[in-house]
């Protein structure tokens, strides 16, 4: 195996040694990519498995998906740094107490090194939701990221005194400030035959809707922009939409 292939490969993997001539058997860091690494790989590519199946029937060659992957592990670390910063005792003794403070029943989930930390609310109309907050090691004096299911980003107003209490009440202010916005959603899964997205999240902004046979509407949801005085939805529809009750067949055609 000496064409450009095989030089390409040695060059972006080095450790990857080729065992026959036609370039079907490698031996090193990495057996079976599909079912097989080291554990030490596999805990940092964990959240990236989607990606690397997508490169992985995307690339026409191991070259590619090699350098794809080298690519993804790039990204993987960078990310994954701030783990592996020692803690100060203070940054646990203050997130414990928050966590006290802010009340144990209203916490969803944290991992075993404290360092992510998921906390779930109600809005007014009983619909739940969960934020989910990856704190760094300079905690309280940075805020941790805020990840939620939202149509529209949400910032976070923070200053070296402030807790996850603060966030909290941001985040019960931001839920009740979407509350029109859900409830149109919910109205229109509730009185429509939506085809997608079959499984609709607090993000989505579009739905999809049957009124016949062969005929279908779509609709979205548009957030106003930011300058406006309120920062609730507007529907936007082609057409007229009518209450349906869900079929339990496809609908037929007059």
Avoid at 7 to 30: D, K, V
Wanted: hydrophobic share 35%; charged share 25%; glycine share 4%.
């Amino acid at each position: 195996m000496a064409g450009p292939g095989a030089r390409a490969l040695l060059r972006h993997c080095p450790l990857l040694l080729p065992q026959n001539r036609h370039g079907t058997a490698y031996e090193g860091f990495l057996l079976s990519f599909k079912n097989q690494c080291s554990w030490h790989l596999k805990r940092i590519l964990h959240g990236y498995r989607h990606i690397l199946k997508q490169r992985l029937h995307s690339c026409p060659d191991l070259v590619s998906f090699m350098v794809e992957l080298k690519t993804v592990l790039e990204i993987a670390l960078k990310n994954t740094q701030d783990l592996h910063i020692p803690r100060p005792p203070e940054y646990y003794s203050c997130l414990v107490r928050d966590l006290e403070i802010l009340g144990w029943n209203r916490v969803a989930y944290v991992d075993t090194g404290l360092t992510t930390v998921k906390l779930k609310a109600e809005d007014s109309c009983g619909r739940q939701h969960l934020i989910t907050l990856k704190l760094n090691a300079k905690y309280p004096t940075e805020p941790p990221d805020c990840l939620v299911d939202f149509p529209v980003p949400f910032a976070v107003s923070w200053m070296p005194q402030n807790s996850l209490i603060d966030i909290y009440k941001q985040f019960l202010a931001a839920l009740e400030s979407l509350k029109e916005f859900w409830d149109a959603l919910d109205e229109i899964d509730g009185k429509t035959w939506v085809l997608e997205p079959e499984i609709p999240t607090r993000s989505a902004t579009t739905r999809r809707i049957a009124i016949g046979r062969k005929r279908f509407k779509g609709i979205q949801e548009q957030c106003l922009s930011e300058h406006r005085s309120r920062s609730l939805p507007s529907k936007h529809a082609s057409g007229m939409l009518f209450p349906w009750s869900r079929p339990r067949s496809e609908p037929s055609e007059n």
